[in-house]
């Protein structure tokens, strides 16, 4: 699949195998925003795009999906939006993302940043990056909070979403 000119894609509610999308991604050469929302697959999702600027992912289902930014040197955003059955639905795993300013929201467990492939390790450079930062958290976990705020030192602006009904584990 070929789509040269294409600068949006929005994939909801499908069923597709992540080779698909890897090939319908790698086909849109100028492609800025991608958003997919109740998406199914077997695998992991690899994103590779010189152009891509925004990620959205919205996960309700039980399944797992796995969300690994491998190459994407103009990428800006990344937002997950909380709308899944378990506090770990959605991995994010990111190689190399120069540019990510925007991240979350997120859990503030520091396991399962790390389970998500978010370390102060493995991710220095790209944190350093992220400048607007989201958590999410029942209002239970401040040490948890402090430990990751500590990840990012260039932060600008944090959101933090309180929510009573969040059950971490």
């Known amino acids: 699949m070929n789509f040269p000119l294409l600068k949006q ?3 909801v509610d499908v069923t597709i195998s992540w080779e698909f999308f890897h090939r319908l991604l790698s086909g849109c050469h100028a492609l800025e925003s991608f958003y997919m929302s109740e998406v199914r697959g077997k695998g992991c999702l690899r994103v590779s795009s ?3 600027r925004s990620i959205g992912v919205r996960n309700a289902f039980k399944e797992k999906l796995e ?4 190459d ?3 990428l800006v955003r990344v937002l ?3 709308s899944c059955y378990d506090d770990d639905c959605v991995t994010l795993r990111v190689i190399w993302a120069p540019k990510l300013e925007i991240l979350g929201p997120l859990l503030p467990v520091a396991s399962k940043l790390i389970a998500q ?3 102060p390790v493995m991710s220095a450079n790209w944190m350093r990056t992220v400048k607007v930062f989201c958590l999410r958290s029942s209002g239970l976990e401040l040490n948890a909070v402090l430990n990751i705020l500590r990840w990012f030192p ?3 602006k944090l ?6 009904h969040l059950c971490l584990l």
């Open 67 to 70: 969300l690994v930014i491998e």
């Open 117 to 119: 492939g978010i370390s």
């Open 72 to 74: 994407a040197p103009c």
């Open 80 to 82: 997950l939006p909380f």
């Open 9 to 11: 894609l929005s994939l």
């Open 159 to 164: 959101y933090i979403i309180v929510s009573t």
């Open 50 to 52: 010189r152009t891509l």
């Open 154 to 156: 260039h932060l600008e």
